[in-house]
Structures are given as C-alpha cells and as structure tokens.
C-alpha cells in the first residue's frame, strides 16, 4: 500500500520515530523503516502516509551538512542536520576550555559553516575571558555576551540566530538549558513542548528536537547534540580549519608541512611574528598530535 508522497522537514527524532513537518505546516508521526534511510532532525525528506495514518521516510534528500559525534562504540554517528551556525558557550564558572572551543570552530570551518561564541553568565562580573574573547573577535566570530539571570543581551543573542538552523554547544553548566529556556517564549515553549510530548511519547528528553525561535530561526538540542565531538578523520585537513593559518599555507617550505616544527614552516614563523596567537598555535598542536596518533 503506496500513498502519495510529500515533502517534509525532521523535526523531531528519538531512534525509530520521528515528527515530520510538511511543506504546509502539519506534523505528522512517523517512523524510520528498515536500515537504508536514517534522517535526523534537520533532514528534508520524501515521505508517505500510510492507510493507518503513520507517516513512512523514503528517501532522504542531499543534507548541506552533518554534524557527527563518535558512538560509544568509536563510530561516527550523526546527531543533526542541515546546520548552518554553531552557537559556542563559555563562562567564566566553569573555565572554558579553550581547545575545546577552537575544536568546534575548526569543525564549523571545515563544514563550511558560521560559528559564533556566547560569553554567558556575565551578571557574574568576570573580566578575565574579554583577553581571549578579543583573540576570536579579531579572527572574525561574532561574540554575544548574555545573562539569562539578569536577562541580558538575550536580544543580541536571538538576532544572531534568527537566520540560522543553530545549535548550542559548549561544556556542562555553562547555560545552555537555560538560554534554550530563555530564547523560546514561555508560551511557545508550552505549546511545542505540549505538541512533542504528544508526538513523541514519553522520550521528550532523549529526542532531538528542532524548536523554532520566536524571533526567527531554528535551534536543535539533545543529549546527542550536547555530546557532540566534532570528527576530524584526516589530520592533513585540520591546518585550514585555522582561519589564520590559511594566507600562509601556501608558504611552507614543503607541502605536506605539519607545521609541528618542520623546516621552512610559515605558520611556525607567523606565530613568531605575533601574527598568529600563541593559544591558538598550541591548540592546533595539541590537536594535531591526537589525529596524527589516530591516523597511525
Ligand atoms: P547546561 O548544562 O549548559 O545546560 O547549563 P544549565 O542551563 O543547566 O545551567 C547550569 C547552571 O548555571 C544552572 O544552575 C543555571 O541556573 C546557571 N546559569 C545559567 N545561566 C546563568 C547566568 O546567566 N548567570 C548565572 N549566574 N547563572 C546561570
Ligand atoms: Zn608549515
């Protein structure tokens, strides 16, 4: 039994069900049938509408992008699609971890998509991260600074996402809960909450779920999204992800340059120059050395 096939948009995704959006607005349940098509929040998608009323993925059309984490068993697992901005928090408490940052932002370069940094928790009146905030200004990301407890810069923050497919990502405790919760209008989010709750049963918590901004945009966040560790399979591939790198690695004495110290490395003389942060040198480093231990 065939019925007549739609187009739709993924908003919702807890392992075999999903909540498809078609094209006029309507949700519809569905499911994930047999193990060819697996789509993920985010995904555009053919689907049908079986006599029973259950809503059938067929094919999935080509994604922009994919955000992929490693499963516990060590394999690439997707957790979104179609993103086109990533939203990095830090605070002061806890301390960012700056690698940790510039691993994102390596993975959004090499996506070839935004990202932008959110200093949250400044009603906590700490100084010391504008130094490092000003390294990333001065490379070009955006960087919004907010309190959800004394309701600060929560505009700035929704015009920044509100042309965008986001996520927010960033360590344990630094707020992203409670931006979300800050971000959709409480009524909005009763509503959503009400229409997934239905949908999705009782796995709420577990799903990955596509809210859409009462300002614009959209922003998908799960347990999945929130473990989200960028894959980056290829070490050649990480000196790019550096936006600074790039005007000089064409300069390097030999091509393959790992700019580990080689002879003749022009990102090692940049950053002797001062025209690449120190910080930012070592964080390639120390990355480099994990995908090269990796790759052996
Ligand atoms: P998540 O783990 O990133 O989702 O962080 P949560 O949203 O759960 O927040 C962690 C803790 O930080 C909670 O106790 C929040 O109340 C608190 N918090 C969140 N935003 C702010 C803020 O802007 N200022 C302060 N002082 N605390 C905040
Ligand atoms: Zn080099």
Redesign the pocket.
Known sequence: MTGIERRGLIVARHRREVVIEDTAGENWQGLIRGRDVRPLTGDEVVFRVEPDGTAVVDTLLPRRTVLERIDSRGRPEGVAANVSLLTI?VTSEPAPDWQLVDRYLVAAALMQIDAALVF?????GDHALESPLAIYTKLGYRVCR?????AQGLRELAVLLDKNRSVLL??????????LNALLAVEAQAVRGLSSRRLLGRHTTSAAVLHRLPGGGELIDSPGVRRYAPVIADPAALPPGFLEFRPHLDACRFNDCRHLGDLGCAVQAAVERGEIEPQRYLSYVAMRRVLDRLAD
């Open positions: 928090v949250n928790k400044c009603d906590l907010t309190s959800v407890v004394a960033g360590q344990s405790g630094v707020g992203k809960s409670s931006l």
